[in-house]
């Protein structure tokens, strides 16, 4: 692959914009999409992950949309590998290539790499899933931070996967995740620029309100109750549908489990824009300056070829 293949990222926390910028961009340039966004991989999950509607996906090339079952255990790793496949096939055609998600780790991964860990016990992460289920987070926490302070200091405390990968690693293998996260950067055969979507807090709180008003219109707690049978597959166990679930369980009322996917959303859109500002590579606009994104990219693509 020759080096002067461009990758333009498009990050930013949840309601943003992402995908209509991505899809700009990509006729802009004339090119195709990779979605890094780690939950729209799944088929079964749609309006829950607010995935580009059917005109959208008409009108440039996406990847990683509806690729996976819910059944298939899919890992960053994984990602990692078969989107640097798919980056290969567009720049056989295309200088430029255009990747869009909020998953700051899955992004990671295919600009800066991951580091090699060896398998961890099957066994041993159903039997965390299943003291999850039971007794919550806060033994597994409590495990985590005992035996891998640093990685504990680290993850996401929100993060149920990471941190019972965490402790699943430490107790298959006696050895600390912490021990192998290096933080080195692989060398990529091809530049990247990075794009960051961010606007007034109040706003883009709003944005994540009416966006969850409108996924409740199209029909989401039908699609939950169609899931319900794969409620404890990791893939559901994520905002918009754990909460639902807790509804149609009896745990909650209705308002109550609207209200909370709207703040457990604004959460992880505050944590997403914490990953993100952790980034010094990336470039900040506001969702409405799509022709300054424009202009910048030309400038920088001019720069860097």
Partial sequence: MAKNKTLIVIAGPTAIGKTALGITLAQHFSTEIISADSRQFFKEMSIGTAKPHIDELAAARHHFIDSHSINTFFSTGDFEKQALEVLEEIFSKHDLAIMVGGSGLYLDAVTKGLDELPDTDMQIRSQLNALFETEGLEPIKAQLAAADPEYYAKVDQANTQRLIRGLEFFLSTGKK?????????????????????????????????????????????????????????????????????????????????????KQNTRRFAKRQLTWFRRDEQIHWFSPDQTDDVINFLENSINRVS
């Avoid at 709003?206 to 990791?234: A, T």
Wanted: hydrophobic residues 35%.
């Fill in 177 to 261: 995740v912490s021990s192998f996260l290096t933080n080195s950067k692989k060398q990529r055969p091809f530049d990247t620029i990075k794009i960051g979507l961010n606007m007034e807090r109040p706003l883009l709180y709003q944005r994540i309100n009416h966006r969850v008003d409108l996924m409740l219109q199209e029909g989401l707690l039908d699609e939950v109750k169609s899931l319900q049978p794969h409620k404890d597959l990791n893939a559901l166990k994520t905002v918009g549908y754990a909460e639902l679930f807790d509804y149609l369980d009896g745990n909650i009322t209705y308002d109550t489990a609207v209200e909370k996917i």
